[in-house]
Nanobody, 124 residues
Framework: DVQLQASGGGLVQAGGSLRLSCAASGFSFDDYVIGWFRQAPGKEREGVSC????????DYGDSVEDRFTISSDNAKNMVYLQMRSLKPEDTAVYYCAADGGSCLKGLAYGMDYWGRGTQVTVSS
């Protein structure tokens, strides 16, 4: 079965960096797109970034303002989100997810498979 596990969250001061990891298993890595989403209390779920491991193409949500970078290690079935210049507004639970469609659609409408989230808290 499909498994997606996000890790690497924690506490960080504003301006700092964190690297989130998503371990994927149970599906063909090359046949799906993998995305990062986040949700803060009282806010709508937001698409952060997405990658197609098949060709390496990436997409980003408007909110990250070029501060985040998504990447994949296809040999390890891992996807990463490098976050820098973190702001308190980035505080949220971050989830990785997978879908058989495109990154554009997945970021806009959500994905079929979801993992457990990891908490990111940015202090001011």
């Amino acid at each position: 079965d499909v498994q997606l596990q996000a890790s690497g969250g924690g506490l960080v001061q504003a301006g700092g960096s964190l690297r989130l990891s998503c371990a994927a298993s149970g599906f063909s890595f090359d046949d799906y797109v993998i995305g990062w989403f986040r949700q803060a209390p009282g806010k709508e779920r937001e698409g952060v970034s997405c990658i197609s491991p098949r060709d390496g193409s990436t997409d980003y949500g408007d909110s990250v303002e070029d501060r985040f970078t998504i990447s994949s290690d296809n040999a390890k079935n891992m996807v990463y989100l490098q976050m820098r210049s973190l702001k308190p507004e980035d505080t949220a639970v971050y989830y990785c997810a997978a879908d058989g469609g495109s990154c554009l659609k997945g970021l806009a409408y959500g994905m079929d498979y979801w993992g457990r989230g990891t908490q990111v808290t940015v202090s001011s």
